[in-house]
């Protein structure tokens, strides 16, 4: 009997280990990770000059070429969960299966360094700008998580950029964190934001837009009659009708329930919208290429149910409230408020300066004719590709 | 490469065993050394020559320590052994610090030379001494395969066990392979890459996620108690990896650990911690000096010197030294006065004795003294934020149960446990030792391929 289970030992370890190689070998490689959201190891070119480095790239390859990865992955994942973390993959997971990030402390420098590019791009530009600071997932519910989750820098990441932005002359400051924070409790910002993503859902950011609105009003931007409601959208609810995929839940293998709370606006006549993705007219194209890509689908993400993170994209709408002409400078938070902003302005530049490189700021506002740039980005969000696009 | 790394694991393993099998016996040690060789250089390609010329130079001197020469010629011949291992040893080691200690002395301001750090010099140069030790006085001979394997013989190169040539050599010779034996040898792996990957590594995210330098008391403690379960299941995996590599090879290596943290005193834990490391300073250091039958000033002067080298072996810093003669003064401590010999009972003896073994964790771990008077400040109260922080109770929620388990893991209870039922039911106990092999092995490569793996702590002395 000694004999049988030593023969069986031997025989599943190097079946599992011998198997595995040959897995390896004969699979093709894959590009990238779902979960992790990055490209995977490539096979490493064979170069003798430097071996240290050499060694190291077929390590990393044999880790993430390994036959399987993203099961394992996916069974790693279900191991957390099944051992209740609140903690895991950089990420915290409420007892209710709510996902928020680690909450980073923006610091003096970047903040420095987005006055003086506001300013600077302010005054050569001459037109006002308003930057609205968006309240970001953490801002809301980082309650949640108590008490595993110190929500102080988050709170202090509003105040500090509040103060900065404030302190930069000729741009205004829309403190919609601030608003949420004095409008809404716990359990309304609950059906504002995505269990499962890093992002809110169109009702969160509806009543951003809203706020937005309403300081360009204040600012006379536009006519406070010109503000947009609720009712002159068209409003439904997609609850139930196709699962969501959150983006933090992408992190868990999608582990954690897709049934999400969708709720979902749109401009009511788009006939007459247009949409392009060329400075000038050369690039025209669909909504249905920009706004909303998965809208029927059984399986939405915040890409597919809003729009994707394109470097640059315009909206002419001649029906809009206001004959303005703006240009939004924005992150991903800005997304679902695009038809908010097509419904309010005949016209709506929007960059994502991530992926922009083209146009130098001043060049644009001129050539585009520019009445005012609002700048859309959640308050953890000092980045440095808006600074670079802000010098110019 | 390390012992549980993917590649190790899925590439190297199952190619040198599918060779070394497969050769007629004669064959095997070249095709090990040959193996070893390619290890160490996929683990440190440029510092393969500094390993290669130790070996090819402490096998010259051994050869000539054999030889029929005079006594006083053999002692000059040693000596020069000696000399050219502390000095191979101090260059890529101690440099930097000896560099620092004088311009800090003269007050002079200037960077310190890097110099790469072999990869196990401080393993491989110890055995070499310890040869030339034992060719000294016994003219021990070795071939120069046999010799070339008892320096480089890839499970032991990185970090041990240590052990004397004549207690490998008759390995070299004769070993017998058969099923069991590497069965046995293949759930000792198992066991060390679960302990490594899946303890080790996933506490090391504990204690490096609450930082050099813990914002709170309670934070303090926790990353103490998470970094000191870490390295002891850092370092006996490791043990355990290499040991059942050798018995899958027919080989049987000395044991390094014998549950340390169950210990009494800490002349007991060094009883039980790194045993090999121990054994080579009392048999080459310890017992040269005189030992322990001497006066009692000349027993403080032997013990502390043998501790201020424990300490500098294990890293060029002062925090090593300070760790060194903190373990020193103990052990001292405890001898003059006879602390082991009276009447305490066994659980405030433990208690003191794990109390002194973290405490001594502290400089071991810290990056500077600045680091570890703070840490030691921090567990106090000392300028810390609170008791306790959001950090603190996330890790403690999150690790509490792992942290329970591997205190447990530290006792022989689990071993208690599957001999009893060894014993009673062997056919199920060998079952259970196939599938939990199986089982553990899957699961680490699960943690594996989730990138969590890092390199051995015990690697960097």
């Known amino acids: ?392 | 490469m390390g012992l549980g790394s993917i590649i190790f694991l899925y590439g190297f393993c199952p190619a040198f065993f599918l060779i070394y099998y497969l050769l007629p016996k004669r064959f095997r040690n070249a095709a090990l050394l040959l193996f070893s060789l390619a290890f160490y250089a996929w683990g440190d390609p440029y510092c393969i020559c500094v390993l290669i010329a130790s070996a090819a130079v402490n096998f010259l001197l051994g050869r000539l320590l054999s030889g029929d020469r005079s006594a006083r010629t053999r002692k000059c011949i040693f000596a020069a052994g000696c000399c050219f291992n502390i000095l191979l040893l101090g260059v890529f080691k101690y440099t930097g610090f000896i560099f620092r200690t004088v311009c800090s002395a003269l007050g002079i301001e200037r960077t310190a030379p890097v110099l790469p750090l072999p990869m196990g010099i401080s393993f491989y140069t110890f055995q070499a001494v310890s040869f030339l030790a034992d060719a000294y006085r016994r003219r021990i001979k070795a071939g120069p395969v046999g010799f070339s394997l008892y320096m480089m013989m890839f499970p032991r190169v990185m970090q041990g066990p240590l052990m004397r040539y004549e207690d490998l050599a008759p390995q070299l010779d004769a070993r017998t392979v058969d099923a069991e034996r590497v069965a046995g040898g293949i759930f000792r792996f198992v066991i060390g890459l679960a302990k490594k990957v899946l303890i080790a590594d996933v506490l090391g995210t504990v204690s490096a996620g609450l930082g050099a330098v813990p914002d709170t008391v309670a934070g303090a403690w926790l990353g103490l108690a998470a970094y000191t379960l870490q390295l002891y299941f850092d370092f006996s995996g490791y043990t355990d990896m290499a040991l059942g590599l050798g018995g899958m090879m027919g080989f049987t290596f000395p044991e390094n650990f014998r549950y340390p943290y169950c210990s009494r005193s800490i002349s007991d834990f060094w009883r039980r911690w790194h045993i090999t490391l121990g054994a080579w300073f009392r048999d080459y250091v310890y017992f040269p000096l005189g030992g322990s039958r001497t006066t009692k000033p000349k027993l403080v002067r032997n013990l502390l010197i043998v501790w201020l080298l424990t300490g500098l072996w294990h890293g060029a810093g002062w925090t090593f030294v300070i760790w060194g003669l903190f373990h020193g003064v103990v052990i001292c401590i405890e001898k003059l006065a006879g602390l082991e010999k009276r009447k305490i009972p066994s659980g405030v003896r433990h208690i003191v004795c794990m109390f002194l073994v973290m405490f001594g964790w502290v400089p071991f771990r810290s990056a500077g003294v600045g680091e570890m008077s703070a840490y030691f400040a921090r567990m106090f109260g000392a300028g810390a934020v609170g008791a306790v922080d959001s950090t603190a109770l996330l890790y403690l929620h999150d690790y509490l149960p792992l942290i329970l388990i591997a205190a447990v893991g530290c006792t022989p209870l689990v071993s208690k446990l599957c001999s009893r039922l060894g014993e009673k039911r062997p056919a199920l106990a060998g079952a259970l030792r196939c599938a939990a092999t199986v089982l553990l092995l899957l699961l680490c490569t699960v943690f594996l391929v989730n990138s969590t793996y890092q390199p051995q702590l015990y690697a960097r002395f």
């Open chain 1, 1 to 392: 009997m000694r004999k049988i289970t030593a023969y069986l030992t031997i025989i599943a370890f190097f079946g599992i280990l011998a198997g595995c190689a040959l897995l390896g070998i004969v699979l093709p490689d894959a590009q990238s990770s779902l979960a992790e959201n990055r490209t995977l190891t490539a096979r490493p070119v064979n170069d003798l000059s430097d071996l240290e480095a050499l060694t190291e790239n077929w390590n990393n390859y044999a880790v993430d070429q390994f036959p399987m990865r993203e099961r394992l992955l996916s069974v790693y994942s279900a191991l957390e969960l099944m051992q209740g973390k609140r903690f895991s993959r950089n990420t915290y997971v409420t007892s209710d299966g709510w996902l928020l990030t680690f909450p980073y402390a923006l610091t003096d420098s970047s903040l420095q360094n987005l006055v003086s590019a506001l300013e600077g791009a302010a005054g050569r530009t001459g037109v006002p700008f308003v930057y609205a600071l968006l309240p970001q997932k953490n801002d809301m519910l980082s309650g949640l998580a108590e008490p595993y989750l110190d929500a102080g820098n988050t709170l202090s990441n509003r105040t500090r950029l509040l103060d900065a932005i404030a302190s930069a002359s000729g741009v205004t400051a829309a403190d919609v964190s601030g608003d949420f924070l004095e409008l809404y409790g716990e359990d309304e910002a609950e059906r504002m934001y995505f269990r499962t993503d890093f992002h809110w859902n169109a009702l969160g950011a509806f009543r951003a837009a809203e706020s937005i609105a309403s300081e360009l009003a204040r600012e006379g931007i536009i006519s406070e009659a010109d503000v947009p409601r609720e009712d002159d959208f068209e409003w439904r609810d997609l609850t139930g009708e196709a699962e969501y995929m959150g983006d933090l839940n992408r992190r868990f293998s999608n582990l954690l329930s897709t049934g999400e709370f969708i709720p979902y606006y749109s401009v009511k006549n788009t006939e007459r919208i247009e949409y392009y993705t060329s400075v000038d007219d050369s690039v025209k194209v669909e909504r249905s290429e920009i706004v909303s890509r998965g809208l029927g689908g059984k399986e939405l993400n915040y890409n597919t149910l809003f729009t994707d993170n394109l470097g640059y994209f315009r909206v002419i709408n001649p029906d809009a409230r206001s004959d303005k002409h703006v240009l939004i400078l924005k992150d991903s938070y800005q997304n679902p408020t695009t038809d908010y902003f097509t419904e309010l302005f005949s016209e709506v530049d929007i960059i994502d300066p991530r992926a922009y490189k083209d146009i130098p700021l001043q060049e644009l506002v001129e050539a585009r004719d520019i009445d005012a740039v609002i700048l859309m980005f959640h308050q953890e969000n000092v980045s440095s590709e808006l600074i670079g696009f802000l010098n110019g």
